[in-house]
């Protein structure tokens, strides 16, 4: 879990802790000392703990003290459930109250026991978060509030064609045309000649990828269209599955041995000019690369296999021709960008000098990456006021380091500026896999269970809430390829790009776990994880 989502959600059930929980188990004259101690102890750490998370990006020591003050936390979580187990099973108790304090006596749970032991263990967390905020003295950290949650309630946007698709691509002319003639082009001795697409994360291969595979004239030129997402895990065995699965629509038999799926798949293919596209490959592996090259090989003459990728070892592995690399976005084309979404219909702005200077200056700072311009653009379409943007540009922005290849640290403001409830489900969606199909009803529905869709107004059910949660982070590029109807019962799914999986591992933490993309309705399923992973609810 995040520590912040951690912090939150205990600091919470700390400061609320009931004096009635307490009294029903006989401590409250005894640990009332000891809990407002504790009290007095969360809220200071609390105040600086925005700036600790955005240090850890850069400062190991800091990250290291933040996943000291995690454990204290789940410690803290655990006694708490103590304290209301205890509770609980007194008032189950039967008999008058003379029978139920005759059986506590006499009990495994005697209060006085109990009292001493929960009292020990009570000391024994304050003394550690005591340390903890003594270490963070010799941080400096800055005390700050965190963003006012109601101004993301309220924001009012148009979205009569939220879901309609449409093409996200602004610019890249050059890159579309270059790759459609290698694709379309037929003037090649092999049959099955493989492109390579090379760029760091976040430059748009995939996006680019998807708008080669959706030409009309692309769908038209080929007999058999097929797309596959690779991903970390290079298995020989479940790529081949999920060809199969995306030429046929229909997943193959789990129980089919490689020599049956190899048979499968020589089937579907013989023949046929086809196009398949591996997208976000990282094995570096040649025998690999080989081995599964070799069942692709059957295809007509003119077949075309894309591969996009972020290491050039694998755009040589994977092929003899030159790579197709990706750049940043032109300054013309990375400005239009900046503000379809900054400004998006607040065109008044447009004309305002200051908000266009601040906004350049911002943009230059972005890399010409356009995931990186998508998720600030987005933060700043939340912000009404120059002060506001010029706040950002000078201290949060300022703060994070220039590196071309990685953006985690930039794309991790956009996630510091969510709201608690948001953080909660974001990093929920850590359980999924890289580029699963994301059904919307099922992720609102788990979010509800976690408890992290609040009911603010009785009129208004809890999956509608939630689907305005999941609303507000599309609007703030936390999701991508949403489509579907508007609503959420009417089947509404999206998929996160890859480097916002990668930021959810990052806030998430290593004590999640991830659902098993080939079993996804068996025990393994996002259900079960949310039994065994530290996502706690906020209530008490």
């Given amino acids: 879990m995040a520590e912040s989502i951690a912090f939150d959600i205990t600091a919470e059930l700390i400061i609320k802790l009931s004096s009635r929980a307490l009294s029903q188990v006989g401590l409250w004259w005894n640990l009332k000392h000891d809990l407002n101690d504790l009290k007095r102890t969360v809220r200071t750490i609390k105040a600086v703990l925005l700036d600790a998370e955005e240090k850890s990006v850069t400062d190991n020591l800091v990250k290291v003290w933040l996943e000291e003050l995690k454990d204290v936390l789940y410690d803290a979580d655990d006694l708490l459930d103590d304290f209301s187990t205890e509770a609980l099973r007194k008032d189950l108790l039967g008999g008058n109250k003379l029978t139920k304090e005759v059986r506590l006596f006499f009990s495994s749970s005697n209060k006085f026991a109990y009292g001493l032991r929960m009292g020990r263990e009570i000391k024994a967390i304050k003394a550690r978060l005591a340390s903890i905020q003594s270490e963070a003295s010799s941080f400096n950290f800055i005390p700050r509030d965190r963003p006012a949650e109601i101004f993301f309630m309220t924001k009012k946007r148009h979205q009569t064609h939220f879901f309609v698709p449409k093409d996200k691509i602004i610019g890249r002319v050059n890159d579309k045309v270059a790759l459609l003639k290698r694709v379309l082009q037929s003037e090649r001795k092999e049959n099955v000649y493989i492109i390579p697409i090379v760029g760091f994360g976040g430059l748009g291969k995939t996006a680019l990828a998807q708008f080669v595979f959706n030409n009309e004239r692309v769908k038209n030129h080929f007999e058999l269209m097929m797309w596959v997402c690779v991903s970390d895990v290079f298995d020989v065995k479940l790529i081949v599955a999920n060809i199969i699965k995306s030429a046929t629509r229909q997943a193959p038999n789990e129980n089919l041995e490689m020599d049956q799926l190899q048979k499968q798949l020589r089937e579907i293919i013989g023949g046929k000019k086809y196009l398949l596209v591996l997208d976000d490959i990282w094995n570096e592996e040649w025998e690999q690369w080989v081995s599964l090259k070799e069942l692709l090989v059957g295809g007509a003459k003119g077949s075309r296999i894309i591969v996009t990728t972020r290491s050039f070892k694998v755009a040589k592995i994977t092929s003899k021709c030159q790579p197709h690399v990706l750049k940043g976005l032109s300054d013309n084309d990375a400005w239009s960008l900046f503000k379809e979404i900054a400004f998006e219909q607040r065109y008044t702005d447009l004309t305002d000098s200051g908000f266009v200077e601040i906004g350049q200056q911002i943009l230059e700072k972005c890399g010409v990456v356009p995931l990186v311009i998508r998720t600030i653009a987005s933060i700043l379409s939340f912000k009404q006021t120059e002060m506001e943007w010029r706040s950002f540009k000078d201290n949060e922005l300022a703060r994070i380091p220039q590196n071309e290849g990685n953006i985690l640290p930039t794309l991790k403001l956009s996630y510091d ?50 689907f305005g949660y999941f609303k ?52 393994n399923s996002p259900g079960k994880y949310l039994q065994d992973t530290k996502f706690a609810s906020a209530e008490t």
């Fill in 417 to 466: 500026h969510l709201p608690s409830h948001l953080k909660h489900c974001f990093a929920f969606c850590r359980l999924y896999p890289k580029d699963y199909d994301i059904h919307v009803q099922t992720l609102v529905q788990f979010w509800i269970v976690q408890g992290f869709v609040k009911q603010l107004n009785p009129s208004q059910s809890l999956e509608d809430i939630g």
């Fill in 472 to 523: 507000d982070l599309v609007e703030r590029s936390f999701f991508q390829e949403v489509v579907g109807e508007r609503y959420v019962g009417e089947g509404v799914r999206c998929k996160m790009h890859d480097l916002m999986h990668d930021l959810t591992v990052s806030v998430a933490g290593a004590e999640s776990s991830i659902v098993d993309p080939n079993n996804i309705t068996s025990e």
